[in-house]
């Protein structure tokens, strides 16, 4: 079975900076398409960021300039470098992976900013 395994979520203060994981099968991190999505307490899932195969990226306004997505080509993993934190980004926050007819979810990462 697919498996995609989120790491690197934690408590950090406002302003401060985390990195996320999340490790893919190859077969899955070469053709998919990439994303990152988080759910607040009381809120709606929504889109983070996304990357291609090709490197074609996309961000959610709330975190466009703040937040980094990549691909770790070596160790077929995504990443998110998120810095500049905000209470507001307080959330889990899943990964996923989708192509076609195919999609698959994490089980997700705790996110929590706060003083």
């Known amino acids: 079975q697919v498996q995609l395994v989120e790491s690197g979520g934690g408590l950090v203060q406002p302003g401060g900076s985390l990195r996320l994981a999340c490790r893919t099968p190859?077969?899955?991190?070469?053709?998919?398409?990439m994303g990152w999505y988080r759910q607040a307490p009381g809120k709606q899932r929504e889109l983070v960021a996304t990357?291609?195969?090709?490197?074609?990226?996309t961000y959610a306004d709330s975190v466009k300039g703040r937040f980094t997505i990549s691909r770790d080509v070596a160790k077929s993993t995504v990443l998110l470098q998120m810095s500049s934190l905000v209470v507001e980004d307080t959330a889990v926050y899943y990964c996923?992976?989708?192509?076609?007819?195919?999609?698959?979810w994490g089980r997700g990462t705790q996110v929590a900013v706060s003083s």
């Open positions: 990357i291609t195969s090709n490197a074609e990226r």
């Open positions: 996923n992976a989708r192509a076609g007819d195919l999609e698959y």
């Open positions: 190859t077969h899955i991190f070469t053709f998919y398409i």
